[in-house]
T-cell receptor, first 112, second 110 residues
Framework: NAGVTQTPKFQVLKTGQSMTLQCAQD?????MSWYRQDPGMGLRLIHY???????DQGEVPNGYNVSRSTTEDFPLRLLSAAPSQTSVYFC???????????FGPGTRLLVL | EDQVTQSPEALRLQEGESSSLNCSYT??????LFWYRQDPGKGPEFLFT???AGEEKEKERLKATLTKKESFLHITAPKPEDSATYLC???????????FGAGTRLFVKA
């Protein structure tokens, strides 16, 4: 099993550009989440999904969109990038009714 | 409001020098308290889940304990390969969300 995979590993954007961060898992986990990690702060939940076709907002959802058309994939879209979105983004998956989260390797995003 | 505070922010130890990391939390109805290890440039890796006060779990040189207000991660005779950031997190009965602390960066010198 590859576990949770994320692409790209690193991306530089200009303010106003859009992009999609990809996340996929091959463990057949029902739950998937997106977090951002900033220096001196804990991981903060952006959006999450409890199953295909179901998504909900987390703690810091503004500026981000998600969709979940399959169990395996959970892409995160930045519609108009802002410097405040410079961060490291982590995707995680969890089996339903369990608590252990499995994290991907992260995407480092720099918005100029 | 659910909250997790970890201390110290950074900890420098000599190899073999045992110590503890602290995680203080407030949550409405604890469903679970989690410890993760994060190496530089990588995603967090699960270590332990604790569910109720008094519970303890061990893995190699690490031992996690839980009270009603805080959790400790005890590191016994650490080695340089234990150097990492250790994250504490809680989930409550209020919903899906897991709240993470900012982490403790551990440096173990040979």
């Amino acid at each position: 099993n590859a576990g949770v995979t994320q692409t790209p590993k690193f991306q530089v954007l200009k303010t106003g550009q859009s992009m999609t961060l990809q996340c996929a898992q091959d463990m057949n986990h029902e739950y998937m989440s997106w977090y951002r990690q900033d220096p001196g702060m804990g991981l903060r939940l952006i959006h999450y999904s409890v199953g295909a076709g179901i998504t909900d907002q987390g703690e810091v959802p503004n500026g981000y969109n998600v969709s979940r058309s399959t169990t395996e994939d959970f892409p995160l879209r930045l519609l108009s990038a802002a410097p405040s979105q410079t961060s490291v983004y982590f995707c995680a998956s969890t089996r339903a009714r369990e608590e252990t989260q499995y994290f991907g390797p992260g995407t480092r995003l720099l918005v100029l | 409001e659910d909250q997790v505070t970890q201390s110290p922010e950074a900890l420098r130890l000599q190899e073999g020098e045992s110590s503890s990391l602290n995680c203080s939390y407030t949550v409405s109805g604890l469903r679970g308290l989690f410890w993760y290890r994060q190496d530089p440039g990588k995603g967090p890796e699960f270590l332990f889940t604790l569910y109720s006060a008094g519970e303890e779990k061990e893995k190699e040189r690490l031992k996690a304990t839980l009270t009603k207000k805080e959790s400790f991660l005890h590191i016994t005779a650490p080695k340089p390969e234990d150097s990492a950031t250790y994250l504490c997190a809680v989930s409550g009965t209020g919903g899906f969300k897991t709240i993470f602390g900012a982490g403790t960066r551990l440096f173990v010198k040979a």
